[in-house]
């Protein structure tokens, strides 16, 4: 076995990215679709020694990397990994068990058959006030890209919450996870870290910017705008950050995931974030907007040009201004890390706004288990 494999179920800019890389360093992925890993054989995998899975439903990932290594190859994620992060109880668990500073979470079973709904509802209500108090989140256990998310601002809210989400879903099967509301300065950071055999490291970060106070979530996917983070800069976060890697990957020899982190900053007024995100948006709709429009065409026909819109963006004064101020802010303040996902988004805003591309680690890892 010598060669690798890329295992998605839908081909984003982001798979794209990675082929293009890896065929530019040498490294021809054997192309595997599936809307059905279970069903994967050891003819499907005959030459292959490691294979990516970007396969973008929860899901299916995690069924592809039981399945792959029951096939006896290496998985970037395994399934470990996979595991952990398409859970967030169980991210927030591990978490805490090796000390990294999160959110105070609450997590209840949905009510059992039989059981009294009111009862239920103000048994979890009870607790979360004494444990977390208002305003708290709300969040599907195995959601992404924002989807579910709430706030929630006192007794009544939560009650209605509630009674909407009191039996299994597909993105929340189990109950009713609740957190803390962390008062951001305006973003949050997205952390990309890695494991490759003996070595490790943060490869690279964003910081992810509302666009208005009244918008909570930060997701990028929801319009958060993408700014470029030196987290190096900063070694108490980046000890926070790899402890956090350190508790994902355990005795995992190789891996990448992307960690959500929360800069926690008390009493201050954020309203010049909102002002010079303002003096950005337009710029970056423009982007998001291109990127819409030629969703359906060849990645590689297009993606020069993204860059150049791009490369623009940055050189806005107000964005420009915008950065400063981050660096600013992540000097004084805490963080809280959340979630871990094994399958993010790169090839648009995180390679882009900080000038690394992921895709080159998924094939710096991908050579150095080729080699063994």
Request: with cysteine; net charge neutral.
């Amino acid at each position: 076995m010598s060669n690798a494999a890329l295992l998605y179920d839908r081909l984003t800019i982001d798979e794209a990215e990675l082929l293009i890389t890896a065929s530019r360093r040498g490294l021809e992925f054997k192309r595997i679709f599936t809307k059905n890993p279970s069903s994967l054989t050891a003819e499907d995998v005959e030459d292959i020694k490691v294979v990516v899975n970007r396969c973008e439903s929860k899901h299916r990932a995690l069924e592809a990397a039981r399945r792959i290594e029951e096939l006896g190859r290496v998985v970037i994620n395994p399934y470990r990994v996979e595991s952990l992060c398409s859970d967030k109880i169980k991210t927030i668990r591990v978490l805490e068990e090796k000390g990294v500073k999160v959110p105070r979470s609450l997590f209840r079973s949905f009510p059992r058959d039989g059981y009294d709904l009111e009862d239920w509802i103000m048994e979890v209500v009870e607790e979360a006030e004494s444990k977390l108090g208002y305003p708290l989140v709300f969040k599907p256990t195995h959601g992404s890209w924002g989807r579910g998310v709430l706030k929630v601002g006192n007794r009544e809210n939560l009650v209605e919450v509630l009674s909407r989400n009191s039996k299994p879903t597909q993105i929340n099967p189990e109950g009713v996870f609740l957190q803390e509301y962390i008062e951001k300065p305006g973003f949050d950071l997205r952390v990309l870290v890695y494991k490759e055999g003996s070595s490790s490291g943060l490869l690279c970060c964003i910081a992810r910017v509302s666009r208005s106070p009244e918008e909570f979530r930060t997701n990028t996917h929801l319009g958060g705008l993408p700014v470029g983070v030196d987290l190096d800069s900063y070694p108490r976060h980046r000890v926070e950050v790899m402890r956090a890697l350190d508790a994902m990957m355990g005795y995992e020899d190789y891996g990448i995931v992307a960690l959500d982190a929360m800069p926690s900053i008390e009493g201050g007024n954020w309203s010049s974030i909102y002002r010079l995100v303002a003096g950005c948006i337009s710029v970056y709709d423009e982007i998001r907007r291109f990127v819409h429009e030629n969703r359906f065409r060849r990645y590689v026909n297009w993606k020069n040009e993204m860059e150049e819109m791009f490369r623009k963006l940055k050189e806005l004064d107000a964005y420009k201004k915008l950065s400063r101020f981050i660096y600013e802010l992540l000097g004084s303040c805490d963080l809280k890390i959340h979630e871990a996902n094994s399958r993010f988004d790169y090839a648009l805003n995180t390679r882009n706004a900080t000038g690394i591309n992921p895709a080159d680690k998924y094939v710096d890892i991908c050579f150095k288990i080729l080699e063994q």
